[in-house]
């Protein structure tokens, strides 16, 4: 993850079945659910400052399947830092 106060930047990686990632959205636990915006290549980003909360994204591929991630990225977070996630499309 990387990014600013007032906005979060995540890579999305290792994506199963059709391997495209069309859309993203992230809520905080302080937050409503909103829609991230590509920045760049496999690159998501959201202008809204999220630090300090625990983050859930849902993933949509090409083929039209979501999956939700919940809370893959804890309160402690910091920039620079990496998550997984056991949950697959």
């Known amino acids: 993850m990387a990014g600013s106060e007032y906005f979060v930047l995540v890579l999305i990686s290792n994506v199963g079945g ?4 069309k859309a993203v959205w992230v809520k ?3 937050t409503d659910r ?4 590509r920045n ?3 690159n998501w980003q959201s202008l809204t400052a999220l630090a300090g909360q625990s983050l859930t994204f ?5 083929d039209g399947k979501t ?10 977070w910091k ?3 990496s998550f997984t996630s056991s949950v697959q499309f």
């Open 18 to 21: 059709s391997g495209s990632v």
């Open 28 to 30: 905080g636990n302080g």
């Open 34 to 37: 909103m829609p991230m915006s």
């Open 40 to 42: 760049w290549g496999a």
């Open 58 to 62: 849902g993933v949509t591929n090409t």
């Open 67 to 76: 999956v939700v991630v919940p809370g893959v990225v804890p309160t402690w």
């Open 79 to 81: 920039f620079g830092q």
